[in-house]
């Protein structure tokens, strides 16, 4: 059967458990002696083995299969964690991201991952150990036999332990359909909800079995689960081709009929397991119940869908079209005055406000789905330099539009890269200066006002102000004269001109300075800016302002002369008139008294070539005061038209590079507003 149409759906999922995985790998590094880690991980690459197999893709099922293998021994007492195991772990993640971004492409997920899979079967077979890898291991246990019946005596004493602990244990019986095409597909949607509610101890056939559609119209699952066996038959029974579902709740007789209870040396550690199992299981039924509605619906998990971005683009843009359409009725009614007209716009102005708030929230994505990356990054690349580095992230619940999410990840990467590399000190230099041995680098996220902000700090060694200029100098960024005067912020500043590194070897991680000119660029082109402060000896941040959309936006409509420009209202401070008194040169250049000081004015008539030039006037003329950072400037306009929700438009390939236009913008007359980017108007 055609399996296209399940290959958003496993992309999707994949993506997910492999990020879950490579956190939960972090966790577990961290606390290594943590079983119920080892089990959320098992569980994960269980079930993208399944996904992979039922999907065809062979090599991906078949190196998850050898990382379970591991796995299983760890989570059973049988092997102890240590730094080749982890490694070994981690460069099978690796393996598995590089064969879904593969399969992404068009590939077929297939890899040579022949050293990976090595490793892993010489962790399991102990023959690793044997070379005196680190931490050492215990070779692999002896497999234990089944006393009889359907399951083993772990599986038996966890189920057993769960009944004493008063948690329900069932036996489900699952048919399949007779003309059922996708058998391993409909159990793999069966799996999926039983693990949703409870975990499933044991399956007959085995799971693999099961995964290759080596069974014939039914399969056993033994499940441990709060949930009413009744519920859980409806939700099972609802799967697409499932004929029927046979639950039975088991009691000690009943699990009795199914196997004898278990002998041998391996009682005790079974029975640790499933104290630990049981305890696990009868706290999520608990979480899930603080979830569910008062009307024993769904949990909340299950009220989320997955929307094709293609789909959210086109709502977008259809909205755009509604939005330039609103500002038209509205200027037409204010033209017709009828009353009827009037109030029919007002409210459909009403409507479609909350319209927009609805689509540009369907848009909004939390920042984590960029930052979650980031920990693994850091460690890898610490591992490399063998430096220790502590990342603490905060705000990753921040939310920022799609679009720019999409395009911060790069930057972001490089800054963090640089942080490690160049940033941070080796731990015996951070000793010797007195500070703590491991480094740390913040990454921070945050709301102000219409804007997101983005922190990387770090605890480093920060910017070296002589070599800086001396370098400057070298490559002719600046004169001596220049070099003389300039401020330690110009300093910090030079480091994002192109080409410019102060690093003295080049490396594979990549030296401050090296690509910050791309950095800098990538993020003006999404209307934001890059600011850097630094202090020798301390450290160093980084300060990213990001918009948090760049489809719609609410701006100021000016007038200059005949023609309308729009300026963003998140780059205004006020709107003034200036007095002629007020207004006086300084070196040659116009500037306005503001507050305690000057600031410059800029005329956009003669910026912009606009016919007919600047109209200064004698008595007062209107000016709107525009922020970058901290510096200000004043511009000159001939009238205000008034705020306005403007739908933000590209010029297309051809107008490209113009001198502080940032788009366009169609009014509710029909006619074209130039946006202005402000920020090519400080300097």
């Known amino acids: ?52 197999a039922t999907m065809g893709f062979e090599d991906l099922a078949s190196l998850t299969h050898e990382m379970e293998n591991v796995l299983d021994l760890v989570r059973n007492h049988k092997l102890k964690m240590d730094s080749f195991i982890f490694d070994g772990l981690f460069k099978s993640l690796d393996s598995l991201e590089s064969m879904v971004e593969d399969i992404i492409q068009g590939g077929t997920g297939q890899a040579d991952v022949t050293e990976i899979v090595a490793a892993l079967k010489s962790i399991v077979s102990g023959d690793y150990a044997k070379g005196g890898a680190a931490g050492g291991a215990t070779p692999k246990a002896e497999p234990t036999t089944a006393a009889g019946g359907e399951f083993d005596e772990f599986q038996y004493s966890i ?26 597909a409909r159990a793999y949607m069966v799996f999926n909800v039983l693990e949703q509610n409870g975990e499933v101890i044991k399956s007959n056939p085995s799971v693999e079995d099961i995964e290759q559609e080596r069974f014939d119209q039914s399969f056993v699952v033994y499940y441990i689960s709060q949930i009413d066996s009744d519920d859980l038959q409806k939700q099972v029974a609802s799967v697409s081709e499932i004929d029927k579902v046979d639950v039975i709740v088991l009691d000690q007789a009943k699990l009795m009929e199914f196997m004898s209870p278990p002998s041998g040396s391996n009682a005790a550690a079974a029975q640790a397991q499933a104290e630990t199992a049981a305890a696990s299981t009868q706290e999520a039924p608990k979480q899930e119940a603080k979830k569910a509605p008062a009307s024993g619906g769904a949990p909340v998990a299950g009220r989320t869908i997955r929307v094709d971005i293609e789909r959210l683009d086109t709502l977008m843009n259809l909205f755009s079209e509604l939005l330039i359409d609103r500002v038209r009725l509205e200027q037409l009614a204010s033209e017709i005055r009828r009353s009827e007209l009037t109030e029919t716009v007002e409210h459909m102005s009403r409507v479609s406000s909350d319209l927009q708030n609805i689509v540009l929230k369907l848009r909004m994505v939390p920042i984590d789905t960029v930052f979650n990356r980031f920990p693994r990054m850091i460690r890898d690349v610490a591992k490399t330099l063998d430096k220790k580095v502590d990342l603490i992230i905060t705000g990753a619940d921040t939310e920022l539009d799609r679009t720019v999410i999409d395009e911060i990840g790069d930057p972001l990467v490089h800054l963090l890269r640089n942080a490690v590399d160049h940033g941070v000190e080796p731990s015996a230099e951070r000793v010797t200066l007195g500070k703590p041995e491991t480094g740390t680098i913040h990454l921070r996220a945050y709301h102000s006002g219409n804007h997101v902000f983005i922190e990387i700090e770090e605890d480093g060694r920060g910017i070296n ?42 490396s594979d991680i990549s030296g401050r300075g090296v690509g910050l000119d791309v950095v800098k660029t990538k993020i003006q082109s999404l209307g934001g800016q890059v600011q850097l402060d630094s202090e020798w000896g301390k450290g160093s941040k980084f300060s990213v302002q990001l918009p948090l959309t760049l489809s719609i936006i609410s701006a100021m409509l000016i007038r200059l002369n005949n023609e309308k420009y729009a300026i963003p209202l998140s780059s205004i401070v006020e709107t003034m008139a200036v007095r002629q008194e007020q207004i006086r040169s300084v070196h040659g250049n116009r500037m306005v008294d503001y507050r305690t000081g000057v600031i410059p004015l800029v005329s956009l008539a003669d910026l912009f070539d606009v016919p007919g030039g600047t109209n200064i006037s004698e008595n007062e003329t209107q000016v709107v005061i525009i922020r970058k950072g901290d510096k ?29 236009i940032s788009g366009a913008t169609i009014l509710g007359d029909g006619q074209v507003a130039l946006i202005i980017d402000t920020n090519a108007l400080i300097k």
């Open 632 to 660: 200000m400037a004043a511009l000159v306009v001939d009238e205000f038209i008034g705020q306005q929700e403007i739908v933000l438009k590209t010029l297309g390939k051809y107008l490209t590079k113009l001198f502080a």
């Open 1 to 52: 059967m055609e399996m296209n149409q399940y290959l958003s759906m496993f992309i999707d999922e994949s993506r997910d458990h492999l990020q879950a995985l490579n956190e939960q790998m972090l966790s577990l590094e961290s606390s290594p002696e943590d079983i119920t880690i080892v089990q959320n991980i098992f569980r994960s690459a269980h079930t993208l083995k399944g996904m992979s």
């Open 159 to 184: 189920l057993q332990q769960s009944i004493e602990a008063g948690i329900p244990v069932l036996r489900l019986e699952v048919t399949v359909r007779q003309d059922c095409v996708l058998k391993a």
């Open 465 to 506: 102000r002589d070599k800086v200029l001396k370098k400057a100098l070298e490559n002719n960024v600046l004169t001596k004269e220049q070099a003389a005067h300039i401020t330690d912020d110009e300093v910090n500043q030079l480091i994002f001109a192109s080409g410019f590194s102060t690093a003295d070897k080049i």
